[in-house]
């Protein structure tokens, strides 16, 4: 089992969108065996695949030895895409994490992923933007890192901080590889024109070639609750979405 955290310190990114549409498309179109994990309280990720219930177990009472892998993971509606649903517990659970030095902390996740290592090809994990025990737990169980970014004034702050804390996740986890950026929410104006040749060239972030564009059936999509390329096959981020996988196959 491949595990890709999808990361950036910023939020309204399309950390969210990125994971989801990933995940969907290693699923139905590679025919790949995918866990979603959500690691954000906010449980978007969770909330679209229709599986926010506070009743249920969650990715807090996985972190916090609560419960099983087995009892956490859900079924979405689509073959072969699984769960690990996130809600508010997170919160309290991140700082149980913290406090529970009996046990090392950042290996929690890795543990429980161990016991379903062959059972998925791919495991991809939708990150909050900001630092926390379960982000910790998220990049010592990963093998690569994805950042996608959104072209602003302010697309490289928080970087510096992100690539020192993937630095210090490889001293757990040695085998962390930062496989790249990807542009999202990209449109046909100066700013992201520039912007995009700015960030090809720079020598410090490695970038992939693709990179999704902005379409309102983006937001439309998290209305429908479904994957773009369910919502919309044709449109330019269901397509966009497509060669990112294709290029990040390609680069395994
Ligand atoms: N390609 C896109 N085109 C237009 N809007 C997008 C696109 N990707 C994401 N969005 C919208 O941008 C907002 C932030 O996306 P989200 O995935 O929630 O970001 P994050 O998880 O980084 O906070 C959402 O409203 C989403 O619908
Ligand atoms: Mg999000």
Redesign the pocket.
Known sequence: MKKISII?F???????????NIAHILATVHKKRVLIIDL?KQG?TTKLFNKHNVEEYSIADLITDRCSIDEVIVNTDYENLDLIPANMDLIEANFKVMLDVSTPQQFRLKKHLDEVEEYYDYCII?N??DVNASVINGLVASDDVLI?I?IDQFAFDGMKELIRQIENAKVSNPNLNLKGCFV???GKNDVNIQGEEVLNANNEYKMFNTH????????E??FANAP?LEYSKRC??AK?YRALVEEYLSKE
Not at 10 to 20: C, D, E, H, N
Not at 212 to 219: G, L, M, P, Y
């Open positions: 950036n910023k939020g309204g990114v399309a950390k969210t969108m990125s994971a989801i954000d978007n939708d909050p933007p996608p959104k999202t929410m990209y999704i564009r902005r379409t309102v059936k983006a937001d999509s998290t773009i330019g981020a966009d």
